[in-house]
């Protein structure tokens, strides 16, 4: 695995190129641009203020709900984005596959940085949320060095795994999406992680999003450090996604221009 990433150290350059040639592609001819990295979360916030602060009430942790959807918002949008265009960038990269080498892990890694992009962009909305609801910034913000590596780590674990497997069972194309909403309800983004019973903590919790979001709460809105037990064992997931998922994909990429 050393050895791998030493070599994809040395096509930075390309990872660099074809990440801006995702997000070009991705707004091109469009007229927002890349403001539509703000409007899905957005549009997603305004839909569930509506539906669980005013018809249907749901405890969020004292926090108005708006700024209490849309910090979790964003690390999901985050992933669900990196996901759905980095499990197909393999078999939507055919014809470069076949015509010339370069460390194929590059592909899912560009679907990853491009996600990122928007992100930092859509996290522009979450600070002047906190500047409108008067959210206090304090030291414990410095938590983010910590939770965006871990946030790539997790996702990058993810999008190599599923890559690989997209190119060998066409099917899974129809699979992600359902998995993506199913995912969605069981990491506490509409809803807090303190209403799910003891007995289904430890359940939830297998999810590495489910720690991921609990934490970007507490730093941001609360000006707490996160639950390190939460945080453990998103660490500890996340880590075991990206050393598995690596693996697996360097264990079938050289396959890759036979199978398209």
Not at 66 to 81: E, G, K
Not at 121 to 144: E, S
Not at 169 to 192: C, E, M, N, W
Not at 216 to 236: A, C, E, H, M, T
Request: avoid cysteine.
């Amino acid at each position: 695995m050393i050895f791998h990433i030493k070599e994809l150290y040395k096509y930075r350059e390309l990872l660099w190129v074809l990440t801006a040639r995702e997000l070009k592609v991705r707004y091109k001819q469009t007229s927002l641009g890349v403001l539509w990295a703000i409007i899905q979360p957005l549009s997603l916030m305004l839909i569930f203020t509506m539906v669980f602060s005013y018809f249907t009430k749901i405890n969020s942790e004292g926090l108005p709900y708006p700024i209490f959807s849309y910090t979790a918002l964003l690390p999901w949008t985050f992933f669900q984005t990196a996901v759905q265009f980095g499990s197909m960038s393999v078999v939507n990269n055919s014809g470069l596959i076949t015509k010339v080498w370069f460390p194929r892990e590059i592909l899912p890694l560009s679907s990853l940085l491009a996600a990122l992009v928007d992100f930092l962009i859509a996290g522009t909305l979450l600070i002047g949320l906190m500047i409108f609801y008067g959210t206090a910034i304090t030291p414990n913000i410095f938590w983010l060095l910590l939770l965006i590596p871990l946030q790539m780590v997790i996702t990058a674990g993810i999008n190599l795994l599923l890559a690989a497997l997209v190119v060998m069972f066409r099917d899974l194309k129809f699979v992600i999406p359902l998995g993506l909403q199913i995912l969605f309800y069981a990491t506490p983004i509409i809803y807090s992680i303190n209403i799910i019973p003891d007995r289904f903590v430890k359940l939830v919790l297998a999810n590495p999003l489910t720690g991921l979001v609990d934490s970007y709460r507490k730093i941001l809105l609360q000006g707490q450090p996160p639950n390190f037990y939460y945080l453990s064992s998103s660490l500890v997931t996340g880590l075991a996604l990206l050393i598995s998922g690596y693996w697996f994909y360097k264990r079938v990429d050289k396959r890759f221009a036979d199978i398209i």
